[in-house]
């Protein structure tokens, strides 16, 4: 016999209903949001469910529990192509940054994996004593609990692929899986990584053979095919690390699509079809609603259920001279500034 579930699936998704705002799209709410302990503890679920239990229940939609509520509520989420257009349009952080590392994971086998690498074309690429200074150190560094010796984190894949594409204009979106200065090896330096399109993952090696010194400009010779002439997706590189940080602090200034425009004069040249620096509108949206959501102090949870949100924020103390009045069925909310109030008092 097969062990009988511990909540029927009408119990389920009665239960579901009642919290369906936060379930009202595609994004879970994260792993330690208060939601699933709520749900965990409803009086109707009389302890049958762990907080673990309810998480996985929910977000495996095990035997369609949430599509169901979500149906009974009205609410259509289309999965499959919001994961797609994220995947394209560099919006999964988590993915980019797995795949754009910044770490030297010390695999030494990675070296003879590419070592055919030479067979391929040599690209020269200049960095500016400036820009290495800013890339790499030589004191040890502490990021994710390890220590690092070399390139900084979060910092110089962005560099060194910047530079690539400003010098050689190739259609690759190179991201990189290490990046590592040994100083005593066989090369001073040697970076590892690959183009992002699918259709090309063009492996792309750059070594500094001899140590830099302390003045003039370094070079990094990299070993990768030519796709200067080839057809190749119009692929971005992944908008992460300090370059993220740049371009939201430039978005503060500017909308997104004349950001896009300036970014085009500086990057595309007569006869490219495109950069990987000249990001799409999609990211650009997504990074620049971080740093509003960073700015006004909104927490996720608030995004998933704006009455709720609202509510709170009328027992709060901050809006207490800007939320004059709100009320349910239907649901409105009196609002002004304080000065507006205070003309309107008048
Ligand atoms: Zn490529």
Redesign the pocket.
């Known amino acids: 016999m097969p062990p009988v579930a511990a909540v029927p699936v009408d119990l389920a998704v009665k239960v579901l209903k009642k919290y369906i705002a936060h379930f009202a799209n595609d994004e879970f709410p994260q792993w330690k949001s208060e939601i699933w302990k709520k749900i965990a503890n409803d009086p109707e679920l009389e302890g049958k469910w762990s907080i673990g239990s309810v998480r996985t229940n929910v977000r495996e939609d095990r035997r369609g529990i949430l599509s169901e509520a979500r149906r009974q509520c009205g609410i259509t989420v289309n999965i499959i192509s919001n994961k797609k257009s994220n995947v394209n349009e560099n919006c999964d952080i988590s993915k980019e940054s797995h795949e754009d590392c910044d770490e030297d994971n010390l695999n030494e086998e990675s070296d003879s994996e590419n070592d055919d690498i030479h067979k391929h074309e040599r690209f020269t690429v200049e960095i500016s004593r400036d820009l290495w200074n800013e890339i790499h150190s030589l004191e040890p560094l502490v990021y994710k609990g390890r220590k690092y010796v070399g390139f900084k984190p979060k910092v110089w894949t962005n560099a060194v692929s910047n530079a690539f594409w400003k010098q050689h204009h ?5 991201v990189f899986k290490r990046g590592r200065i040994t100083q005593h090896g066989r090369s001073y330096a040697t970076i590892i990584g ?4 699918k ?4 492996p792309v090696k750059g070594i500094i053979k001899d140590c830099p010194g302390e003045v003039g400009p370094v070079y990094i010779e990299m070993f990768c ?1 030519d ?1 200067r002439f ?1 057809k ?2 119009d ?1 971005k590189r992944p908008l992460n690390g300090t370059e993220r940080l740049k371009v939201q602090a430039e978005l503060l200034k500017t909308h997104a699509s004349a950001w896009r425009k300036e970014k085009a004069k500086d990057n595309i040249d007569p006869g490219d079809t495109g950069s990987p620096f000249v990001y799409n509108l999609n990211t650009l949206h997504q990074a620049k609603k971080e740093t509003n959501i960073k700015k006004l102090g909104i927490k996720t949870d608030d995004m998933r259920d704006m009455i709720l949100a609202i509510r709170n924020m009328y027992v709060d103390p901050s809006y207490v001279n800007s939320i004059l009045a709100i009320g349910d069925t239907p649901f409105y909310v009196f609002y002004a500034t304080p000065t507006a109030i205070y003309f309107l008092n008048l």
């Open positions: 190739l259609k690759c979106a190179f690959r183009c992002r399109a259709d090309c993952h063009n095919r796709t080839v190749h997706e692929v």
